[in-house]
């Protein structure tokens, strides 16, 4: 259940990247728990590198003041390979685009290496001879690799066209984000698919949410390039997806308190002398506000940048200020584990939540007290508004069913008299939902059966327009694209990541095709698998 979050459909013109098919490694167990799609022209060209924290700076002063070794052969060439490939890209894609990278200058001149050799007087290393070139194209022994670094360059460097899609992935019991670069079919060629560069995460992740809002009150006015992700940790990390080899989030919302209490050395607690009774370990302290439980779902609400909504295993739903990192409402109307929470897309301070006590529940944030509350057949998997019909919202559930209900109607009426239509979506937990922001009545849903179907909704009753295994395995994540609003993002068991260009099914394209302004893909059947080499895709 806390896998199935937010999702979405693929087939006929399905992208597909396999990491084990691009790495050419057998993975034991792989897959892709969240997605999410970043807004076109809000990255920058060029990500900066991330520099030494204050805690490592401290920790090299410290080491250096007690005259210890500044580490072995071995630590300084994993420190230096760490991000050297991420810097190194960096500096490339800045001199191409005529930028100037004042952070390596500065510090450069703050070294003063100009005038390293003023006071060693006669000596001269690597001296003036003929087997020195001015330039390296003149030295015949230096292989010229200028195509290599201009295609480094140009896969490094976000254009405004390209659309970036946020990926949860874990490997075992390691976990990553990874930012997706998506290649819009052009005259230069077809669609294509890579990933540009990866966060480490502390756990295995469940939600991601983009937002702009920067977790700083200094700068909550400024728009920036953030996500929100939430893992079985009792804390949301924000971090900032224009900064490369960050080795810690810009800000969390919640946690533990690193101050009162260390998850070290908790752990290491109880060793040592050998006691007659077992005690136990100390248990580290959350900070205020925090959540006491796995993080199930996040929200953030576009109308109030700075407000993030958050749905946990411990039964409440929380409203976070991001700018200030702070909880501002902590809702307790939910009797079990919260699985979803949406933002109303108009009005916004409405909010939907649904959980594992097969109710969904609508409110006003600035009357928390007042909910009403919607009986539902199973554990509530998924929520999601209609943009085109704002006041309707839809609930699925862990049996495949989706309801659709009118806000208008339920709080009139009662939940009996609020139903627009339902649906047997699928033969299991229907795990994502997404409407088309586009066209009008297009709904995706997605699911652990491995498929996902594309609905017409018109005049409220449902009908799949098309059906498909998009070999993922089970569904857990998907969305329509806001930017591309015909392509469908799907993440499922099996490792893959996939986008499907659905105006490439034949039934959408008659149905919705005039709203396209652009015809279906040209690949062929529009399929990209994992099992399709990288060249060839």
């Known amino acids: 259940h806390n896998l199935q979050v937010s999702a979405a459909l693929a087939q006929d013109g399905i992208y597909t990247r396999s990491l084990s098919q691009e790495l050419g490694i057998k993975t034991s167990c792989e897959m892709y728990s969240a997605l999410a799609w970043v807004p076109k022209g809000v990255a920058k060209a060029v990500p900066e590198v991330a520099g030494p924290t204050e805690e490592e700076i401290a920790y090299l002063n410290e080491r250096a003041e007690n005259g210890e070794a500044s580490g072995s052969e071995e630590e300084w060439e994993e420190v230096m390979d760490e991000g050297a490939s991420n810097r190194s890209k960096a500096l490339k894609a800045a001199a191409a685009l005529g930028r100037t990278p004042t952070d390596e200058v500065d510090e450069l001149d703050e070294l003063d290496m100009a005038h390293y050799d003023d006071d060693d007087e006669g000596v001269h290393l690597f001296a003036p001879s003929e087997m020195a070139f001015k330039n390296n194209k003149d030295d015949p022994y230096l292989q010229g690799n200028d195509e290599d670094s201009e295609e480094e360059v140009e896969d490094f460097t976000i254009r405004s066209t390209d659309l970036l899609l946020l990926a949860a992935r874990t490997e075992d019991d390691v976990s990553h984000l990874e930012v997706w670069v998506f290649e819009e079919e052009s005259d230069d060629g077809p669609a294509n698919m890579y990933v540009h560069h990866d966060l480490m995460l502390p756990a295995f992740p469940l939600s991601v949410a983009w937002l702009d809002c920067y977790p700083d009150p200094t700068r909550a006015q400024e728009h920036g390039n953030f996500v929100a992700i939430s893992t079985f940790m009792p804390e949301i990390e924000i971090w900032n997806l224009d900064v490369l080899d960050a080795v810690e989030p810009a800000g969390l919302l919640g946690g533990y308190d690193a101050a009162s209490s260390d998850v070290s050395e908790v752990q290491a607690s109880g060793t040592g ?65 919260v699985q979803a929470v949406a933002w109303n897309p108009v009005e916004a301070s409405v909010m939907l939540t649904g959980g594992f006590d097969k109710s969904a529940h609508l409110l006003d944030v600035r009357n928390p007290g007042a909910t009403v509350a919607v009986s539902v057949s199973a554990d509530v998997e998924c929520l999601a508004w209609d943009p085109h019909t704002p006041t309707q919202f839809l609930v699925s559930t862990e049996d495949g069913m989706v309801v659709c209900h009118d806000a208008r109607l339920l709080s009139q009426g009662g939940a009996s008299k609020s139903v627009v239509y339902q649906l047997a979506a699928h033969e299991k937990a229907t795990c994502a939902m997404s409407f088309n922001h586009l066209a009008p009545q297009l709904l995706a849903t997605a699911s652990t059966d491995k498929t996902v179907k594309l609905w017409d909704t018109s005049g409220g009753q449902p009908t799949c327009l098309a059906r498909e295994n998009v070999k993922v395995g089970a569904i857990f994540a998907m969305g329509f694209a806001k930017d591309n609003p015909f392509l469908l993002a799907t993440g499922g068991s099996k490792g893959d990541v996939s986008v499907w260009d659905t105006l490439t099914n034949a039934a959408i394209y008659k149905k919705f095709g005039h709203l396209a302004g652009r015809a279906p893909s040209s690949l062929g059947t529009g399929m990209i698998s994992g099992n399709n080499d990288k060249d060839e895709a």
């Open 273 to 337: 002398k050998k006691k007659k009774k077992k005690s136990k370990a100390p248990q580290p302290t959350l900070k205020s506000g925090s959540h006491s439980d796995a993080v199930l779902s996040l929200s953030w609400n576009s109308t109030f940048r700075n407000v993030l909504a958050s749905a946990s295993a411990d039964m409440t739903v929380k409203v976070w200020d991001v700018a200030q990192q702070t909880c501002q409402h902590t809702l307790t109307h939910h009797t079990n584990k």
